[in-house]
């Protein structure tokens, strides 16, 4: 089976603008979740989603959003970007919910 | 909300000595225990996961247990290599099972 792949693998964007990312979950499994990674702060929780529905969201701010689609491939999206928004972004994916989750490659996010 | 602790931050040990790091998490309905390596550039890698019906589980040179009273698990790698030097991350599940809370990870070096 082809593993979960992220789209694109590298962005450079400048402050203030929006980004969209993408994940596609390995075939057969229904849950994505995505985290932020920095050295500073590690591997953060920002969102997980089930049969397209949003089940928890982690402590960021509202300019954060993602959705989930009937295939269940995910896109998250970052709205006036932020020098700290710099990081990279994995998205993991599993069978459902409380499953084993098999990270992608992630994105590596640049705000300049 | 479910928090997790990792320690040590670094760890540094001669190529054949054994390695052990530890985690603590807060939620006790939590019940999944998962441990991800990262190599530099790469995504995490699932390596040993455990859920809380058992309180040890091997796989050649690693294993991982688990005291639910005292709510911590541990990692342990034998015989290290030098190609174990990495980060490592444990987690756990939150309550509602909808967010996978990592640990700040351990950076392990081996040296031959």
């Known amino acids: 089976k082809a593993g979960v792949t992220q789209t694109p693998r590298y962005l450079i964007k400048t402050r203030g603008q929006q980004v969209t990312l993408s994940c596609s979950p390995i075939s057969g499994h229904r849950s994505v979740s995505w985290y932020q990674q920095t050295p500073g702060q590690g591997l953060q929780f920002l969102f997980e989603?089930?049969?397209?529905?949003?089940?928890n969201k982690g402590n960021f701010p509202g300019r954060f959003s993602g959705r989930q689609f009937s295939n269940s491939r995910s896109e998250m999206n970052v709205s006036t970007l932020e020098l700290g928004d710099s990081a990279l972004y994995l998205c993991?994916?599993?069978?459902?919910?409380?499953?084993?989750?098999?990270f992608g490659p992630g994105t590596r996010l640049t705000v300049l | 909300g479910e928090n997790v602790e990792q320690h040590p931050s670094t760890l540094s040990v001669q190529e054949g000595d054994s390695a052990v790091i530890k985690c603590t998490y807060s939620d006790s309905a939590s019940n999944y225990f998962p441990w991800y390596k990262q190599e530099l550039g790469k995504r995490p890698q699932l390596i040993i996961d455990?859920?809380?019906?058992?309180g040890e589980k091997k796989d050649q040179r690693i294993a991982v247990t688990l005291n639910k009273t005292a709510k911590h698990f541990s990692l342990h790698i034998t015989e290290t290599q030098p190609e174990d030097s990495a980060v490592y991350f444990c987690a756990a599940f939150n309550q509602a099972g909808t967010a996978l809370i990592f640990g700040k990870g351990t950076t392990l070096s081996v040296s031959s």
């Open positions: 455990i859920r809380s019906n058992v």
């Open positions: 989603y089930f049969s397209e529905t949003q089940r």
């Open positions: 993991a994916s599993s069978l459902g919910p409380r499953d084993t989750q098999y």
